[in-house]
């Protein structure tokens, strides 16, 4: 069962090779016997027929006249065992005038369908119990009355059969162990070509998981060379994003021990303080340290969730941005109060649709809105916005604070990259995972200044769905 599923599906290049090598020959070896079969026959039949013609003639020329005028035959068996061939035949004849005055041989010899005629008519008939192949005409002989005469001769199908069959053993033989030869020739040359492959999965195979340097390209056959090139590439990406992912966990951890070492060396400290205000201060130190460690935590989470292939597409859903930048704006308006600023939401009259992922577009706008409410001064201005065009559909956070300094504005999306200078408490990671979430989206991420070049204006454009 398992031969013939390998045999019938995708299999080894082997099989495959040898399927359309093999069975095309097969089919032409069968269409070349069914041909070798009939040109046989027919080369046979040709043979044959003239046997009979020479048959007939021989009967002829033992016919004669006698003195009383009586035809007579006579018939020499040595000159038809000649026309026999080896006596593997049997031989019937029947010769008569033609108005019956005389008769020789089997009278009851089979009729051609057709009328007698002077050319020769050949035809298969069943007599005797065997099949045999007869000829029957007028013929001219000059001695007898008349000068013509009926010849209906006859020859059973045994010498013809053996020539027939000796076309087809002629060429089945040559034709067999060419396809033997090719099939051998495929098997043998699919291996010797498929060697260097198997060598370089060998080394593969023995590889260490931290070697990613590229495989030789040029040990294999052009054929695979490309897809040795593309595995090439690909390791190369896999090695960047190993470099980065390395690099990511070593700050990360780094930057986790800060707010962990504070908050031990605060409890420390509060185990050894006697006075209510100075443990009450103290608890207030690593409550926000403590906060501080959640929200990084918390980032480095979203981080890795909105990192490429850490989610299929299957979380895309085809979504009105405008009701998802409403609800979310809804949500941060206590903290916005809190905070005395304001926040407000502007937006086209018609819905806007992109196929997102809902969780991660919203970890999107809540650190834009985070960041603006977070950066911008007491009675600031936050607007979210969401535009649509034709193709495109806009999400803008745009505030009215102190802005980002042009020479800051591409080295704020690096990870745990912050200004120098804000008073406020942050992890730099928030502008990384809008970049990260961006791209699944395949989404374009543009800072710019805000209304008359006061404050800061992100705008995240998307196709629309
Ligand atoms: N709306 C803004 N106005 C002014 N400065 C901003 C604004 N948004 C971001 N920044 C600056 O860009 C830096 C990077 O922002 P990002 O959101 O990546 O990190 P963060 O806010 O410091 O930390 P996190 O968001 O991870 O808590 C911030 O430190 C801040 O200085
Ligand atoms: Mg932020």
């Known amino acids: 069962m398992n031969f013939v599923a390998s045999w019938f599906g995708l299999g080894t290049l082997r099989q495959q090779l040898l399927r359309w090598v093999l069975v095309p020959m097969v089919i032409l070896l069968l269409l070349n016997i069914m041909f070798a079969y009939r040109f046989g026959n027919a080369n046979a039949d040709l043979m044959h027929d003239q046997s009979l013609f020479d048959m007939s003639k021989v009967l002829r020329d033992q016919m004669r006249t006698n003195q009383a005028g009586e035809v007579e035959l006579n018939i020499h068996t040595f000159a038809l065992d000649m026309l026999s061939e080896g006596k593997k035949d049997k031989l019937y004849y029947f010769i008569r005038g033609l108005r019956n005055e005389y008769q020789f041989g089997r009278p009851d010899l089979p009729l051609p369908p057709e009328k007698l005629s002077e050319s020769p008519t050949y035809y298969l008939a069943h007599y005797d119990g065997k099949m045999i192949r007869m000829m029957a005409a007028i013929m001219p002989e000059p001695d007898v009355a008349d000068g013509r005469l009926i010849v209906i001769v006859g020859k059973t199908l045994v010498q013809h059969d053996e020539r027939a069959r000796e076309w087809i053993w002629g060429v089945l033989p040559s034709q067999l162990s060419l396809i033997l030869f090719a099939g051998i020739m495929v098997w043998w040359g699919v291996g010797r070509g498929l060697r260097p492959l198997l060598q370089l999965s060998d080394e593969v195979r023995n590889r260490s998981s931290q070697d990613l340097s590229p495989l030789p390209e040029q040990r294999v056959v052009a054929e695979v060379r490309p897809l040795i090139h593309s595995i090439n590439q690909l390791m190369e990406r896999l090695d960047e994003s190993l470099v980065r ?100 939401f502007e937006h086209d009259n018609h819905e806007c649709y992109i196929s997102g992922d809902r969780l991660l577009l919203g970890e999107l706008l809540n650190n834009l809105i985070d960041n603006a409410l977070r950066y911008t001064q007491a009675d600031g201005l936050v607007t979210v916005r969401v535009g649509c065009g034709d193709a495109e559909v806009s999400l803008e956070v745009e505030d009215n604070g102190p802005g980002i300094p042009e020479n800051d504005r591409e080295r704020v999306f690096e990870r745990f990259y912050r200004v120098l200078g804000t008073s406020q408490e942050g992890c730099g990671l928030g502008l990384s995972i809008v970049h990260e979430i961006a791209h699944r989206h395949d989404a374009e991420v543009r800072l710019l200044s805000g209304c008359n070049g006061i404050g800061t204006l992100v705008r995240v454009v998307f196709r629309s769905a």
């Open 245 to 344: 992912q390395r690099r990511f966990i070593d700050d990360a951890a780094h930057q986790l021990r800060t707010p962990l070492t504070g908050l031990k060396a605060q409890a420390e400290l509060a185990l050894h303080l006697s006075d209510p205000a100075e443990i009450r201060h103290s608890l207030r130190q690593i409550h926000m340290a403590s906060d501080h460690a959640a929200h990084l935590a918390n980032q480095l989470l979203v981080l890795a969730r909105s990192e490429p292939g850490v989610q299929n597409n299957r979380s895309m859903v085809r979504l009105d941005l405008r009701d998802l930048a409403r609800d979310i704006t809804v949500k941060w308006a206590q903290n916005a109060a809190h905070k005395h600023k304001d926040i407000g």
